[in-house]
């Protein structure tokens, strides 16, 4: 059975940062890049980041530039996005997802986390 288990989202300040994980199992996890995305109230979901194969990073979010970064642990199927200087507006609920290759849109990931909730208190 595939899974993709998001953890380490909660209740921050703003200033503050957070480390997201995605744990992963049930598929070969070096073939696949991940993802990060989030949706917020009302909104729609939007692509913050993603580490492909090669361990190459790349952030679509434009207000998250220079403030969030992801790595990968193939060792222990793991993927972590690390989120420096929390703002209001990143509050969000945050999913992980699997695809072939990185892209912002949301069609080619083959598999989805149930995601983990962010709080960002002003």
């Known amino acids: 059975e595939v899974q993709l288990v998001e953890s380490g989202g909660g209740l921050v300040q703003a200033g503050g940062s957070l480390r997201l994980s995605c744990a992963a199992s049930?598929?070969?996890?070096?073939?696949?890049?991940i993802g990060w995305f989030r949706q917020a109230p009302g909104k729609e979901r939007e692509a913050v980041s993603c580490i492909g194969i090669s361990h190459v990073t790349t952030t679509y979010a434009n207000s998250v530039k220079g403030r969030v970064a992801a790595s990968r642990d193939d060792a222990k199927y793991t993927v972590y996005l690390l989120m420096n200087d929390l703002k209001p507006e990143d509050t969000a609920v945050y999913f992980c997802a699997a695809a072939r290759f990185c892209t912002y849109h949301a069609g080619p990931y083959d598999y989805w986390g149930q995601g983990t909730q962010v709080t960002v208190s002003s």
């Open positions: 049930g598929f070969t996890f070096g073939e696949y890049a």
